[in-house]
């Protein structure tokens, strides 16, 4: 039997992992990180957040500039980090591009008594979506709101807009402390997963869901989001599942530092560069997707070291 979580005993996490993953991962300095990259995966490093941050914002614009009428295009995008938001609203103004056939992909969304929050929510990701990049491009340049897509509670007419002829040449992520991309958490440990987590091969079988939240996102999102106030953050969300995510001809995730750290930022690297897939670690499913990039921020990689506060 592999061992209780150290964070929340009836859930699987990271801390259920071998010793030897654990202590492989924590030795990886930032230049043995960027020598994992392999064919599939790509590992870069950005000097300045300022650096960092516009690239992210160019995924937005690169990807919405192949679109045309006929081969209509669209980028899955994330709340976490956020930075790049008003940065890709501001491009497509300056460069006046186009958006009318462009699409954009939601990734996640709370949900509260069965149901997903309303954009007046202060912590809602459409209203953020909106508020800090839709809203701001010029009425002239932006996409309809048909080809907006926020996923609901009931999933069907999100799932439906990833069949229904649009490319996703990008899907962006961040990465929570628990290791996961958009709110695709480690499963609980019950049922038949008390003893042993699901095969990679079931639960990359996961489309967008009503998820549980892990007890370490709630408590993140009150981090970054809530200024601490955990009884803010709703404990269940929309997610867009593996499913859609292999349906994205890249799969982009941005660690600026703030989201994970040290540690799980150099785990994840080391298990997808080493086809080490594991559900406990959402994240490493990544390992079997074609075309994977993690984008660091130089100054938020920190060490792994002991260290007395």
Known sequence: MRKLS????????????????IRDAATLT???????SRPGFRVVFYDTLEDFYLAEALEYVSAWRESTADNPVGICGPIGPTEQLPLVARIVNALGVQLHSAHFWGMDEWVMNGREVPVTHPLSFEKADRELCLSRIDRKLVMPDTNLHFPKADTRVYCASWHAGV?????QGGQGDVKHWAFNDPPRRRGKFRDEPPSPAVFRQLATRVVDLHPLTIAQNARTSGGGNISLVPTQAISVGPVETW??????IWHAGNHDNPFGQRLTTLMIAKHIADPAVPMSLLADHPNVQFNFYRGGLGTCAVEMH
């Open 167 to 171: 490319r996703c040449a990008v899907m």
């Open 6 to 21: 150290s964070i929340a005993p009836d859930w699987w996490d990271y801390t259920t992992l071998d010793a030897e993953i």
């Open 247 to 252: 349906q994205a001809e890249k799969v982009s």
């Open 30 to 36: 930032p230049q043995a990180m960027l020598r994992l």
